[in-house]
């Protein structure tokens, strides 16, 4: 029987791993047989996905991403213990809801800092000599939020559009360091980010919003499946690309 998504012998770098869509990627990823980074600034939530995870060998490192200038040398270090990356998965972000009259200059850069910046330095920091193995694959999570508007979104829905035009780019730039780079879009997944976005709803908006999904909200493993094959060799000729997951969100 072969399993075309296997993972065996191959080291990969999951950002956000102490929570939702990264954590459970984690746990699916290590069940194909990888070898995993976990990444966050929660170490006790880091460790309960370590638990998790099949297999040993597996890293845990606490590290805040809003420190840009430190990410590649911070890299350089962790794969010099771990050895080469064959992946990167870039799952941590912000997320708020914010109507412009309420919006300030610092909400913007905090969220741009994590969902944007971090992005382009983790790919900066992954091309360096040494750091990714012959060949290697990004994958960052960008949402339908970055498709398609949504009222008291707006800096979040740049910052996700902003990572499918970094993808394309990156998958041109990087294609002869044979980095392959695509995004994934979710519609909404259940999450604690989701919940906390939820929180602030009525029932009746609750309602509209899993209405819009026509096969229901996500599960953090729809969104780790379509992670693992695009990062193992059944994406070998993806690159450039933003794969929607969104249960029928975006045919509307
Ligand atoms: N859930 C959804 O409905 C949905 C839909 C579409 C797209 N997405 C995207 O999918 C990704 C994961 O979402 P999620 O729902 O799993 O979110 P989540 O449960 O809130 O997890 C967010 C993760 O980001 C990490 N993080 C935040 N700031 C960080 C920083 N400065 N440095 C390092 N790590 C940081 C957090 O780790 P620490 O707290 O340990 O730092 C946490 O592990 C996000 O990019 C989100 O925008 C989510």
């Known amino acids: 029987m072969i399993n075309p998504m296997e993972l065996i012998d191959r080291t990969i770098m999951v950002t956000g791993a102490s929570s939702g869509i990264g954590r459970e990627t984690a746990i699916l990823l290590s069940q194909l047989g990888a070898r995993l980074i976990l990444i966050g600034r929660n170490a006790e939530q880091l460790n309960k996905t370590l638990a998790s995870l099949e297999g040993t060998a597996h890293h845990v490192y606490t590290f805040d991403l809003s420190n840009i200038d430190e990410i590649p040398r911070w890299m350089k270090e962790v794969t010099s213990a771990s050895g080469p990356l064959h992946g990167l998965v870039h799952s941590a972000g912000l997320q708020f809801t914010r109507p412009l009259r309420i919006m300030s200059s610092e909400n913007i850069e905090e969220l741009m800092r994590v969902n944007v910046t971090a992005a382009i330095f983790l790919a900066k920091a992954f091309r360096q000599k040494g750091v990714s193995a012959d060949s290697g694959s990004i994958v960052y999570l960008s949402s339908v939020m970055g498709l398609v508007g949504q009222s008291g979104q707006s800096a979040y829905s740049a910052s996700k559009g902003a990572l499918v035009t970094l993808t394309k780019s990156l998958a041109l730039e990087l294609s002869r360091e044979n980095i392959r780079v695509n995004c994934v879009a979710p519609a909404m997944v259940t999450t604690e980010m989701s919940g906390k976005m939820l929180e602030l709803l009525t029932p009746e908006q609750v309602l509209q919003i899993e209405a819009m ?31 929607v997951l969104d249960g029928g969100y975006t045919a509307h």
């Open 213 to 243: 999904h026509p096969l229901g909200l996500g599960r953090p493993r729809d969104v780790a499946n379509a992670i693992a094959f695009l990062l193992a060799d059944t994406g070998r000729w993806i690159t450039g690309t933003t794969l």
